[in-house]
């Protein structure tokens, strides 16, 4: 049978949000009148969510597991999602029931409109705190004038996308990876929809701070060299100062001025050149460090259970 629908969703130790979610996507995608299937992405979870999905795919055979070896992360869960996925149309949703199944559809009216990827637009969002609201405000901003991609703001990785978007992401097998930025870097006809972001079900978020900087720090690297041109401005900003400082150093000696006598002045050159260096060591290692992944070659991910028919 031909589906119409791929909803995929990657699960990190959801088990008391597994139960809700399927009844509500089943809800929602039978009343489409067309055939979907739910395929959950199990990112190593500890809780017992792998058994929970596994008695889900037995009782309704919509429900496929793609069950991983090991955590491999979010965004990897989703590519896992994309190879998996037979549907014309399919659909990145988050466990945690922040992303209201409900939007499906209106998203999948955009798609029968014409539209190949269609993404959610967080026009609200509850239950989140001021500094989780404001980081994110920041991220999303920060990326969309820093990359060479227009990532749209507010957007997470909840979207609808065409059978042949889909097609050509699966091509793309960076191991830094960034969905949202490489939905909005294939082009495609894209529109947004703005929907209101519920608070989460149950459990905790699995995007703490530490984790969205190395999310936002995977989006520049992947998509801008924003970062080495900061380094150079840097070097430039150095060595210009250095090439005013030393007439100017001259002309007081030679005046007779105590103004640079003293180590403090040398200490404090020598400190900020060598920060200004290390900084710069550091941002060349973030993209070396990718390149050396790259290289390797290893696989995205590892399944250790999967349905058969791919």
Known sequence: MKITYSIVAPIYNEIETLPLLYSRVKEVMDSSGEPWELILVDDGS??????KIRELAQADKTVRPVIFARNFGHQIAITAGWDYARGDAIVIIDADLQDPPETILELAKKWKEGYEVVYAVRGEREGESWFKLWTASLFYRLIYRI???KIPVDTGDFRLMDRKVVDVLKKMNERHRFPRGMSAW????QIGVTYKRSARHAGVTKYPFSKMLRLALNAITSFSYFPLQVATFFGFLSAGVSILAIPLVIILRLAGSHFFEGQTTTLISVLFLGGVQ???????????GRLYDEAKGRPLYIVRDAPEDQ
């Not at 500890?46 to 058994?51: A, F, Y």
């Not at 294939?186 to 006809?189: D, E, L």
């Open 46 to 51: 500890t809780d017992g969510s792998t058994e």
């Open 147 to 149: 990359t060479d991609v």
């Open 186 to 189: 294939v082009g495609f006809k």
């Open 278 to 288: 290390l900084i710069s060591l550091g941002i060349l290692g973030e993209y070396i």
